[in-house]
């Protein structure tokens, strides 16, 4: 039958009221397991499908959580909100997903949409910086259990997970001095995003903690894509004395490394050593493998939401910042650099 069988019908088919029925649906007071058994064989019997949003409008909250990513094509966030996805699923939960195109304008017009909707909760990777102009900060979000992945605004006091950015930087430049090189490069992130900056922090503090000065013009901007990671590499690779390492700080830039090495007729890891962060499936299969530090977009969607139920549970305990461990993966694309 129809989805649009009414609570009536089922009441009327399974011989109990209409607050039995609804009770049972909404699992707000206990019954009977007599009349349970009815109501639920009534439900089968005419194909009823409860409304979510009508159910939570009535509960005052649905059974939606709103993800908002910055970049659906990056590799990196379907692996975050599968994550959050695959538990969301074993909690009765469905995940609303929005694409911000790493642009603080569509997010905030996005969060502004999902503020007037009755959502359970509500889980961001932010493109938002220091703008205290936003939803993220103004209190229209007020009611709805917030938390922020992968990045940190500069303004947000709430619940943050994100990677150990700062210890993936540091492994980078260790494992590049470990391998002789002392011209080290580093293309990094958006400046706005706080996981570009830990990367840079980390990396360019073990320089120098280790003796070496990076020159200004082994610091390169990128984009966190393909295009930028390429276009910063020819910048480099056109120096008097280029590096012979260089450290992408994500795996798209890496690739983009990659490919500029290639337009060059110049070998990686025999020219130029490169390491990657994220450790995308593709980094396993380049010509020649891409060394990478791991950080799990899975374990973090997964991680996020499990934080967030518990926000839902016990919305006045304190925020708290979570920073999940890396690792350096080895692969085949660093050597000790030619004489």
Not at 93 to 105: A, F
């Given at each position: 039958?129809?989805?649009?069988?009414?609570?009536?019908?089922?009441?009327?088919?399974?011989?109990?009221?209409?607050?039995?029925?609804?009770?049972?649906?909404?699992?707000?007071?206990?019954?009977?397991?007599?009349?349970?058994?009815?109501?639920?064989?009534?439900?089968?019997?005419?194909?009823?499908?409860?409304?979510?949003?009508?159910?939570?409008?009535?509960?005052?909250?649905?059974?939606?959580?709103?993800?908002?990513?910055?970049?659906?094509?990056?590799?990196?966030?379907?692996?975050?909100?599968?994550?959050?996805?695959?538990?969301?699923?074993?909690?009765?939960?469905?995940?609303?997903?929005?694409?911000?195109?790493?642009?603080?304008?569509?997010?905030?017009?996005?969060?502004?949409?999902?503020?007037?909707?009755?959502?359970?909760?509500?889980?961001?990777?932010?493109?938002?910086?220091?703008?205290?102009?936003?939803?993220?900060?103004?209190?229209?979000?007020?009611?709805?259990?917030?938390?922020?992945?992968?990045?940190?605004?500069?303004?947000?006091?709430?619940?943050?997970?994100?990677?150990?950015?700062?210890?993936?930087?540091?492994?980078?430049?260790?494992?590049?001095?470990?391998?002789?090189?002392?011209?080290?490069?580093?293309?990094?992130?958006?400046?706005?995003?706080?996981?570009?900056?830990?990367?840079?922090?980390?990396?360019?503090?073990?320089?120098?903690?280790?003796?070496?000065?990076?020159?200004?013009?082994?610091?390169?901007?990128?984009?966190?894509?393909?295009?930028?990671?390429?276009?910063?590499?020819?910048?480099?690779?056109?120096?008097?004395?280029?590096?012979?390492?260089?450290?992408?700080?994500?795996?798209?830039?890496?690739?983009?490394?990659?490919?500029?090495?290639?337009?060059?007729?110049?070998?990686?890891?025999?020219?130029?050593?490169?390491?990657?962060f994220d450790n995308l499936d593709v980094a396993a299969i380049t010509?020649?493998?891409?060394?990478?530090?791991?950080?799990?977009?899975?374990?973090?969607?997964?991680?996020?939401?499990?934080?967030?139920?518990?926000?839902?549970?016990?919305?006045?305990?304190?925020?708290?910042?979570l920073q999940l461990p890396v690792?350096?993966?080895?692969?085949?694309?660093?050597?000790?650099?030619?004489?």
């Amino acid at each position: 039958m129809s989805a649009n069988v009414t609570i009536k019908e089922i009441a009327k088919h399974a011989g109990v009221s209409v607050g039995s029925v609804s009770h049972v649906i909404n699992g707000s007071a206990g019954v009977g397991p007599d009349i349970k058994a009815r109501v639920e064989r009534a439900i089968a019997d005419l194909g009823y499908t409860p409304n979510p949003v009508a159910r939570g409008l009535r509960q005052q909250r649905t059974r939606m959580i709103a993800m908002i990513i910055p970049d659906i094509t990056n590799p990196y966030f379907p692996s975050v909100v599968r994550g959050a996805e695959d538990l969301a699923f074993e909690h009765d939960l469905q995940v609303v997903l929005c694409n911000t195109d790493n642009n603080p304008v569509k997010e905030a017009a996005y969060l502004r949409t999902m503020a007037s909707y009755s959502l359970s909760g509500l889980l961001i990777i932010p493109s938002v910086g220091d703008e205290q102009n936003h939803p993220l900060h103004d209190g229209r979000l007020s009611g709805i259990p917030t938390l922020c992945l992968d990045r940190k605004p500069v303004h947000w006091d709430g619940d943050v997970i994100v990677s150990d950015n700062a210890e993936g930087g540091r492994l980078v430049a260790r494992h590049f001095l470990q391998a002789g090189h002392t011209r080290i490069a580093i293309i990094r992130g958006p400046d706005q995003f706080s996981n570009a900056f830990d990367r840079q922090w980390g990396f360019l503090s073990e320089l120098t903690s280790s003796g070496l000065h990076t020159p200004d013009d082994y610091i390169e901007q990128g984009a966190f894509d393909i295009d930028s990671g390429r276009r910063a590499a020819q910048r480099l690779l056109s120096l008097p004395a280029p590096p012979t390492a260089i450290f992408a700080s994500n795996d798209l830039m890496a690739l983009g490394v990659l490919s500029a090495l290639e337009a060059r007729g110049l070998s990686c890891p025999a020219d130029v050593s490169v390491i990657g962060f994220d450790n995308l499936d593709v980094a396993a299969i380049t010509r020649p493998g891409l060394t990478t530090v791991d950080q799990s977009g899975y374990t973090l969607g997964r991680t996020g939401l499990s934080r967030l139920l518990a926000r839902m549970e016990a919305p006045d305990v304190a925020p708290e910042t979570l920073q999940l461990p890396v690792r350096l993966v080895h692969r085949g694309s660093v050597c000790p650099p030619q004489a």
